[in-house]
Structure formats: structure tokens, C-alpha cells
């Protein structure tokens, strides 16, 4: 299923907004005795989550991959477990990257596998022994903020510095899932991932956790002429890290979240791209949901990440390990 977010959702005083109210509260108040009857289980190694505070895409995916990659050159063996949104499969399942489709998996999983031990479990709990069994010295849940099902050990939330936090209602207001009081409980420290220029957004100027910056790297670019195209929460944050890039974007096709492309609407972008003379190209997490025999002269942009400080997400790692006795 893809999802394109509603316009109001950005602006703060849309009637829109108003006359939904209600029915955030209403919403707030099922996850709140959700909250207050749920009892997370304890996994016998350290849980680490990796969420937001807004619907859809805020740049979890790459930090979740930047973490694995952090954990593994301090020689651990971290294992990401996702419940595989758009996926099929109900799990406990370990994605295999020669056998598994986006169909089955999603596309996050599929990305966050090419590096890191990765699985799929619509129930997190269910994945926690296989992974363990498997060799997992650490777990990481990918987009688990509000999930209760796993004590954690340590909670980052990453905040996009260009969508923030909307207009700052709770949904179906607004892009919130949970109020930013609420969300905060709990939280070990914020990625804000935003580049140099943009400041820390007010509610984030006085929280009682570390907030650290975060600024999206191309690998290796390759600036030239493109006709861009992408389906993720935020689309507007590939083409600003096309720009900053070098990259002379053309033209610009958002798709909505998790969007499944065709072999027609390839067919028009390809078309659209020779009308424009320039290159098709997209993101990772996109390459996912296209038939590997239609990838063919798509241009692809990896990305890292780079944190400012340096250490402190390795810092917040090491405390994290060392409190259980890991």
C-alpha cells in the first residue's frame, strides 16, 4: 500500500486540522491504554529502537544502517529486526536477498539486508530468539518508537529538519503518532537529520536528551543532468540532497510512501527523461520496489551518513552495551 500525505497535515491552521481534533484525542487515548496494559518482554541481549515521532519516512532507514555499520566495526554482531511494512509475509523471517521480494518483505528490509543480518516478524517478539539463535548480539527494530512489545534498552527518534513536525497535531490532525511530551518519554537522544543551515526546530531547543546532527552524504556522486523520481515519506529531502550534490535536476516525480512502480509508469518516466535529456534516477530504497530486469540505465544515489559529534552516537552505544554488561 502506498500513502501520500494530506496537505493540511503542514499547515497549523488548517480547518482541516481543527475539526479532526477530536478524533486525535480519541486516538491519543487508545494508544495511551494501549501503553498502560501492554508488558514488554526482555530480551536476554541489549534493544535498541530506531523510530520517529511523525508518520511515514524521517530518515530512519539510513540511520538505522549507519547504526549496524557503527556496531559492527566495534565488533558486534547486530541483527535488525522490522515488522516489513508492505510486506506478505507474516514472519519470523530472514530476509534472503536471492529469494525474497519486495512483495514478501517490503523494501526497507531488502535495503537494510544488503549489509546487516535483517528480519521480517509482524510480532517483534517473534524474532528475537531466531535472531539470537542465529548469532544476533544486539537487536535493532527498525520504526519501533511506540512499540511495547520489547523492553529497550536505548531509543533514538529521528527528526527530519525539513518536514519537522508538521503542523503539530497528533493524527488524524496531524502527521504526529503520539504527542512530542509523550514521545519524549524515554527517548536516549534525537537525530536530527538535516543539513548544515538548518537550525534546531523550537521543541527541540530544550529536551532533556542529547540531540544529535545528522547530514545525508552521497557515495561516490557522479553530478550530471537527471530527471528525478522517488516514493518515500519525505520526497522533497532526495531531490534537496540532489542539489546540494551537484546534480542538475531537470525535473522532479513524487510518488507516494512505499510506492510499487510499474512497467508503465517506467515507461513514462523513461520517456519523460529523454524529452528533459537526462538520466533517470532514484534512491536506494526505490531501486527495491522496481523488477530487477526494468533497473536498466536507472541511476541509483548511495547515501551515508555523517554525525556531528563524530563519536557521540558510538558514545550513547558504548553506555548502552556497558549497562548490560555487554
Not at 535493532?140 to 531509543?155: F, G, P, T, V, W
Amino acid at each position: 500500500m502506498s500513502l501520500t500525505s494530506p496537505k493540511f497535515w503542514e499547515q497549523p491552521h488548517s480547518w482541516a486540522g481543527y475539526l479532526l481534533e477530536p478524533l486525535s484525542w480519541l486516538y491519543q487515548g487508545g494508544a495511551a491504554l494501549h501503553h498502560l496494559f501492554s508488558k514488554p518482554c526482555r530480551a536476554d541481549v541489549p534493544v535498541i529502537s530506531i523510530g520517529n515521532f511523525v508518520m511515514g519516512g524521517a530518515g530512519k532507514t539510513p540511520v538505522a544502517r549507519a547504526l549496524a555499520q557503527q556496531l559492527q566495526g566495534m565488533g558486534r554482531n547486530p541483527h535488525i529486526i522490522s515488522r516489513g511494512y508492505g510486506g506478505a509475509l507474516k514472519g519470523p523471517v530472514q530476509v534472503d536477498l536471492a529469494h525474497h521480494s519486495y512483495h514478501e518483505v517490503g523494501d526497507e528490509p531488502l535495503l537494510l539486508a544488503q549489509n546487516t543480518p535483517t528480519w521480517v516478524s509482524k510480532d517483534r517478539r517473534a524474532a528475537v530468539n531466531p535472531a539470537i539463535k542465529a548469532g544476533a548480539d544486539i537487536l535493532l527494530l527498525d520504526d519501533a518508537h511506540q512499540n511495547r512489545s520489547l523492553e529497550k534498552d536505548m531509543c533514538l527518534v529521528v527528526v527530519n529538519g525539513l518536514q519537522r513536525f508538521g503542523n503539530g497535531r497528533v493524527f488524524p490532525a496531524g502527521p504526529l503518532r503520539q504527542s512530542l511530551k509523550a514521545g519524549l518519554k524515554g527517548t536516549t537522544a534525537i537525530i536530527f537529520m538535516a543539513q548544515d543551515n538548518n537550525p534546531l526546530p523550537e521543541p527541540l531547543r530544550s529536551v532533556p536528551c542529547p540531540v544529535i546532527r545528522a547530514k545525508i552524504v552521497p557515495i561516490n556522486p557522479n553530478p550530471c543532468a537527471v530527471f528525478a523520481f522517488t516514493g518515500i515519506g519525505y520526497p522533497e529531502k532526495f531531490r534537496q540532497t540532489l542539489v546540494a550534490a551537484g546534480y542538475d535536476v531537470k525535473a522532479f516525480s513524487p510518488f507516494p510512501d512505499h510506492y510499487p512502480y510499474t512497467e508503465q509508469d517506467l515507461r513514462t518516466l523513461r520517456k519523460r527523461a529523454r524529452v528533459e535529456g537526462a538520466c533517470l534516477m532514484t534512491t536506494e530504497k526505490d531501486a527495491m520496489r522496481i523488477p530487477p530486469d526494468s533497473r536498466e540505465g536507472i541511476l541509483v544515489l548511495p547515501i551515508g551518513l555523517v554525525f556531528e559529534p563524530a563519536t557521540a552516537l558510538e558514545s550513547l552505544l558504548r553506555e548502552c552495551l556497558k549497562a548490560r554488561g555487554f
